[in-house]
């Protein structure tokens, strides 16, 4: 089965730049969508195939996918960013959703 | 505006069945695929199961660590999905999330909406 795997922890200071990797056998050529949690809270899509935002997402927030690597981007982190975040892709060899393990973003 | 609201779970002895609703509404829930999606205490997400639309087929899928033992299905005409758990184990405890498909195709990709969860705990 496909596995994806991503740090468990990230930190990153207020107004800095986070970097949330998610890691899969050629997941270039998948389509990677990232999820936002906080606590308590159901999940929320931030961006979806690899780069694109749903409404109301700020712009802060990107993606992007390539050779093994996938990564989400959040420029200018603000406090309300603390949150957990997962990757997830469709694999279509399987016909099953995967979703990496998460990293819990801590702003300092 | 899209709302899913999952109800049915509480506290269910190891051995016995439970189904989980995921009622919607403010989109024409035919034509989207849904999903459910758990989360243990203090775990990670982890996917459950989806199922397609009528449109396609109305397949559905099952994670290894529950096929056999859950099903999910949909009532088109009340918007409605559910989840039949079976054979509840105590590694069942978690959130369950039901999620809305995107796109409403067949390929299932990304997951745009989602419920506020409904708690099993499956305890002696």
């Known amino acids: 089965s496909y596995v994806l795997t991503q740090p468990p922890s990230v930190s990153v200071a207020p107004g800095q730049t986070a970097r949330i990797t998610c890691g899969g056998n050629?997941?270039?050529?998948?389509?990677v969508h990232w999820y936002q949690q906080k606590p308590g809270q159901a999940p929320a899509l931030v961006v979806y195939?690899?780069?694109a935002r749903p409404s109301g997402i700020p712009e802060r927030f990107s993606g992007s996918n390539s050779e093994n690597t996938a990564t989400l981007t959040i420029s200018r982190v603000e406090a309300g960013d603390e949150a957990d975040y997962y990757c997830?892709?469709?694999?279509?060899?399987?016909?099953?959703?995967?979703f990496g393990g998460g990293t819990k973003l801590t702003v300092l | 505006e899209v709302q899913l609201v999952e109800s049915g779970g509480g506290l269910v002895q190891p051995g016995r069945s439970l189904r989980l609703s995921c009622t919607a509404s403010?989109?024409?829930?035919?034509?989207?695929?849904m999903i459910w999606v758990r989360q243990a205490p203090g775990k990670g997400l982890e996917w459950v199961g989806f199922?397609?639309?009528?449109?396609?087929?109305?397949?559905?899928e099952y994670a290894a660590s529950v096929k056999g033992r859950v099903t999910i299905s949909r009532d088109d005409s009340k918007s409605i999905a559910y989840l039949q758990m079976n054979s509840l184990k105590p590694e069942d405890t978690a959130v369950y999330y039901c999620?809305?498909?995107?796109?409403?195709?067949?390929?299932?990709?990304?997951?745009?909406?989602w419920g506020q969860g409904t708690l099993v705990t499956v305890s002696s």
């Open positions: 999620g809305r498909e995107i796109g409403g195709s067949y390929f299932v990709q990304a997951w745009d909406h």
């Open positions: 403010g989109f024409t829930f035919g034509d989207y695929p």
């Open positions: 199922i397609r639309s009528k449109a396609y087929g109305g397949t559905t």
């Open positions: 050629n997941i270039a050529r998948k389509s």
């Open positions: 195939d690899d780069a």
């Open positions: 997830q892709v469709w694999d279509t060899f399987s016909d099953h959703v995967v």
